[in-house]
């Protein structure tokens, strides 16, 4: 195997399918947040129509299994449709459109926490809804979306392990291709936990200096 000490000696090998997990994982994290936001500030909108696009795909998405979504989406949209995406590229949409159906609530939620007194404020200057969500709202929900997200994408990361029941090499399966070779289960799977573990401590370090960049100098006084 190598030169390497065990369980070490297992290590070059596991980590062949690192980069499809990590590709996956902000590919996901992107596409979830676009539709977060999108799908999010759509369920805040005057128009009836945005709102119910808004429900339908935080419904639809929030309540299916992802794994059911992978399989949806990879064998069967091909055979209804005639088109379909390559596997990984179905991971990262499919995985991307599950967490951004929960991001979206947070969204939603972090805009409802907003003071209303910042709404009667942006009135008064004579901003439009758009510009009064643009300029005042949203800058000021933000904060309070951003632990939630960072969770979020912990969830996709973890998540991204399923993309290996459509065929995509990536971390976990590698690690099974390993086990079959070596039988050596202990020791894989025990390698995969750390390495997901750091993976999942990166993305919380990250998402608390956002946290911790976005509150300096916040002003959070004000009523509703």
Do not use: C
Request: glycine residues 8%; aromatic residues 12%; hydrophobic residues 50%.
């Amino acid at each position: 195997m190598s030169d390497l000490p065990p369980p070490f000696d297992l290590l070059p090998f596991l980590l062949k399918g690192l980069h499809i997990t990590v590709i996956i994982a902000l590919g996901g994290s992107v596409v979830a947040i676009v539709m977060a936001v999108l799908f999010g500030l759509w369920s805040k909108s005057t128009d009836p129509i945005l709102r119910w696009f808004s429900a339908a795909y935080i419904t639809v998405f929030r309540g299916a299994s992802a794994l059911i979504l992978l399989y949806w989406f990879y064998f069967v949209m091909p055979e209804l449709t005639g088109f379909g995406f390559d596997a990984i590229t179905t991971g990262i949409l499919v995985l991307g459109a599950n967490v951004g159906a929960y991001g979206a609530e947070v969204v939603r939620t972090s805009i409802d926490s907003v003071p209303k007194g910042q709404y009667q404020a942006a009135a008064a200057l004579n901003l439009s809804r758009w510009q009064t969500m643009r300029y005042v709202i949203f800058p000021q929900a933000v904060l309070s979306m951003v632990p939630p997200f960072g969770n979020l994408m912990i969830e996709l990361l973890k998540g991204t392990a399923l993309v290996s029941t459509i065929t995509v090499t990536d971390l976990t399966m590698q690690g099974m291709y390993l086990r079959a070779d070596t039988h050596r289960s202990l020791e894989i799977f025990g390698l995969l936990l750390v390495i997901y573990f750091l993976l999942s401590s990166l993305i919380t370090v990250v998402f608390r200096l956002l946290e911790r960049r976005l509150s300096h100098g916040r002003d959070y006084g004000g009523g509703r």
